[in-house]
């Protein structure tokens, strides 16, 4: 089982860009798949998250300008980041859960600077 998080770089303030995290020995539909972030000196926090039913969740700091999709065809699930803000800069993770004590499985990070 693999999780793989790519998409990451340097974007100016306002700007966009998309995540994806491939999953391998697995089917996306099957699992809640989580995206959180840590900031440089920061906890980790939930950025949003989709489930198996295809719900979807968002952080209130993130709501309405992110959105989570996911490609079943393509094992993907996809976080569209939108109005980047300097505040966004972080590594972003994905995971096989909503909440992150309880994912079995993470991506590695993917760097996301935002220049204010």
């Known amino acids: 089982v693999q999780l793989q998080a790519s998409g990451g770089g340097l974007v100016q303030a306002g700007g966009s860009l998309r995540l994806p995290c491939a999953a391998s020995?697995?089917?996306?539909?099957?699992?809640?798949i989580g995206w959180f972030r840590q900031a440089p000196g920061k906890e980790r926090e939930g950025v949003s998250c989709?489930?198996?039913?295809?719900?979807?969740y968002y952080a209130d700091s993130v709501q309405g300008r992110f959105t989570i999709s996911r490609d079943n065809a393509k094992n993907t699930v996809y976080l569209q980041m939108n109005s980047l803000k300097f505040e966004d800069t972080a590594v972003y993770y994905c995971?096989?859960?909503?909440?992150?004590?309880?994912?079995?499985?993470w991506g590695k990070g993917t760097l996301v600077t935002v220049s204010s």
């Open positions: 020995g697995f089917t996306v539909d099957d699992y809640a």
């Open positions: 995971a096989t859960n909503c909440v992150s004590s309880r994912a079995d499985y």
């Open positions: 989709i489930t198996s039913d295809g719900s979807t």
